[in-house]
């Protein structure tokens, strides 16, 4: 039952828009905190940004995206889980500008971060395989979706190898921001305490997730719009705001390897969202009760993640604007797939 269903449009906008300014302002001090226990654990920005604080600032998308599947909505559930990494991967175009100094894939250089994307990529071609195949399930889940979960649990894996026994690492140059810790590792009464406030605001995104769910729903019954375009872009760029926040916080910190780790890691772990959807789902095969237009999203994430990757690799050091290729690349891409979406209605 959606709590928002039988208010007014003005009410569910209200509501809408109330958890998305919760939303933000919560992702300004997971930033700091996240950045900190980044030291005092001794994990390293890139795989924190990627796991802890990119799957915590991503607890709103994979609420929105559960409680709409559970809800019957596939549509909406899957727009926002593609939706939410295009944004995310567009957001990171955005910090590449608040970062002046230097192109941000050249300065946040890491190998834990290419092993992510390349991994983002894999596990965003899976989908696009389950729809090519019969909508066969099991407990009305699709193999697809256990692929998914199979190969991020390895991936995390792939992840933490890549830091601990690194094979090669990126050139060292005179803009490359180097991960060093700015506080010592340990100190259990401040580590702990640095947990709990991370555990409360991880619990603040939960609720705003929910709530940014089921007021876009109702939203998209009111006004007719598709769902769709309700997910991938209102859902999706809402509950995506702690991605921004965050990133351009860090950013601004310097911690310029967990900027970069919370974007292509916490889009890693969103794919995790349509597993989820899928298994809330409980009509068969979310993969196959969808239209096309979340497979575009799809598509458009995967081309704008390879793009980054190339990005990561180059390295380019100034750029168009004092940004690099492939930040220009993503975002002629993600305004002109908005527009034929849009378009196409």
Known sequence: MNPFADLPLWAALAAFVAAAMVITMAGI?????????A????????????????????????????????????ELAFSNAVGGIA???????????????????????????????????????????????PAYTVFEIHPATIAILIGYLFGLRLALRSRTKPMWGPKKTSDT????????KGGRRIMMALLLRFA??????????????????AIADKTGMSESIIGAYFTAISTS???????????????LT??????????????????????AYRDGSLYHAVSGTPYFLTALSILMTGILLLGMLRRERHGIANIGFESALIFVIYLGGTAILITAG
């Open 200 to 217: 409360v605001l991880a619990a603040i995104l939960m609720l705003t997730g929910y709530v940014t769910a089921a007021s876009g729903v």
């Open 87 to 133: 944004a995310q991967t567009f957001f990171l175009a955005i910090a590449d500008i608040a970062y002046r100094r230097a192109n941000l894939e050249h300065a946040a250089a890491s190998l834990t971060n290419l092993t992510q994307a390349s991994l983002l990529i894999t596990l965003l071609i899976l989908p696009l395989i389950a729809v090519s195949l």
């Open 39 to 74: 030291d005092r654990t001794g994990i390293g920005e890139a795989l924190f940004g990627g796991v802890l604080l990119g799957g915590s600032t991503s607890i709103p998308g994979i609420v929105a995206s559960t409680t709409a599947a559970a809800q019957g909505h596939a």
């Open 177 to 184: 921001r180097i991960d060093v810790p700015r506080e010592p």
């Open 258 to 279: 967990l900027a970069m780790g919370g974007i292509v890691g916490g889009n890693m772990f969103d794919t995790l969202f349509i597993a989820s959807s899928d298994i």
């Open 29 to 37: 001090r997971m930033a700091e905190t996240a950045d900190r226990l």
């Open 241 to 255: 705001i702690p991605e921004l926040v965050t990133t351009i916080a860090a950013v601004r910190r310097g911690a």
